[in-house]
């Protein structure tokens, strides 16, 4: 994004909401953190659900085994370890360090996520994003993405400050990341080293939050804790500065276009009405909602 569309923007969101992640477990009984998709924030169109995976790999052996998914994608960002998605149909994929899978779920797919090793930490994040109506019985999509993948935008001397720029394009050095999106947002990584700054466009009418996963700080001019998703107000782009601890302050910004339908959810079915919700079932029941002839590592856009 150019320097001069950087300097136009001028009504700064504020943060409307603070919710506290919640623990529970999900899967085979691993342990999440949860903010997005609770009573304190049932939702946030087009975002249905945000969790956060962060324990010793040997405590989430048992993992999320087979599952299955209808109406709407799915983000997996992982930070330490390594977690393997396989499908119904035996498609398979593992995500290293610094990696993203992008899965869009459409018209269904049956697949399971499980660590690849029991050495060393396990800690990423789940998204759920919402499809328009127009594309909820899509073919499914997968968008696997290592760290190399993904553009690194250095913040001011020293490289010490950076952001991970997954999808959307970033206000420092217009560079865009790699993942091909539906319905129009941005997925960014934000790391800030002690006493840095960050200035984000988050466009007019988005809807848009940070989770702040370590350290402390400010953003928009309200404090900034682990384990909190911070909603953004009205306004055009948003600011961040760490706090002095060694941490800095990282967080995850992420922002998009609302839908504006109906949103009817039941689990790991997310549909306009309650008719697709039954309709979703009966599919998995019969063995009908994974399609054998969808390849999703093909994209049909």
Known sequence: MAATAAAALRELRPIAKVVQGQKMKEGAGVMITR???????????????????KLPAKAAFAGFPDHPHRGFETCSIVLEGLIEHRDSQGNQGVIGPGGVQWMTAGRGIVHSEMPKSNDGMLHGFQLWINLPKKDKMCKPRYQDYQKDDIPIVPLGEGGASSVRVMAGTSTAG???????????????????????EFKQ???????????????EGKISGSRAQ?????????GDHLVASAGGGAAGLKFLLVAGQPIGEPIVQHGPFVMNTEQEIQQAFRDYQTGQLQRPQDNPWEDEL
């Open 35 to 53: 903010t997005v998709g609770t009573g304190a924030l049932r939702n946030l169109d087009p975002y249905l659900m945000l969790d956060e995976l």
């Open 201 to 215: 466009e988050v466009p007019q009418g988005w809807n848009g939050f940070c989770y702040v996963y370590d350290g």
């Open 226 to 234: 682990p384990e909190q998703t911070l909603v953004l107000g009205p």
């Open 174 to 196: 217009g560079v865009s990341g790699p993942i091909k999106m539906r319905n129009p947002g941005l997925l960014m990584d934000v790391r800030l080293a002690a006493g840095a």
